[in-house]
């Protein structure tokens, strides 16, 4: 017996990009062809289904005393690979390299982050967020006193795995927050040269995998 499996793939778009740009169009692939600067938030996706291939150049994000954050997204299944994101300026605080919001799907890879402010983390997952992949980044640092990866509130169903994490100063490698749960945490490489926390767990953040970290 025979039967009929109906399905649809969408097109692929592809874009060039070489300065700081709001990434629109769905179902896309983003490349940047030349490293750029941004006085604030320089990459804001802001359709679902969107790839930014950085081809290993650099975003220097936030290098005024504005505020803004490397690379912004609220949409599902984005696509960050290939970056090297580095926060331009100390002043202003909470100026996130990787910052999703309410999406699912996502994949952070093969990027190098350097945060540098207070409380700017390198990779922030916020509210509602789940089922994204972050590995096999080269390079994760936090200067200040941020967060390398920080989960936070209702974060369920990601993988982090096979990272190069490191503190400088006083953040935490991997933050855990409220009700954060159903993680897989594992192979990563997770350093301090200061009095920074490692991997932390806050309230309510339980059944999630925590295993096989160089520590």
Known sequence: ????????????????????????????????????????????????NIVLDCQNKIINYSYTTIGGYGVLSNQNFTNISNCVIIEGTTTTASKHAIYFTNNTGGVIYNNNITTRGATSNAI?????????????????TTLGTGNVIYLFTDIHNNTIFNNVIKLVSTGTGIYLSTRAKHNNITQNNITSISSGTLIYLIQNADTNNIAYNNI
């Not at 070489?18 to 062809?33: F, H, R």
């Not at 922030?124 to 080269?138: A, G, V, W």
Request: charged share 5%.
């Open 1 to 48: 017996n025979w039967s009929t499996v109906n399905f649809s793939i969408s097109p692929i778009n592809l874009f060039n990009i070489s300065t700081c740009s709001n990434l629109t169009v769905a179902d896309s692939i983003y490349y940047l062809n030349t490293s750029v600067n941004g006085t604030t938030t320089c990459m804001n996706v802001t359709a679902n």
């Open 124 to 140: 922030y997952l916020f509210r509602n967020s789940s089922n994204n992949t972050i590995s096999n980044n080269l390079n994760i």
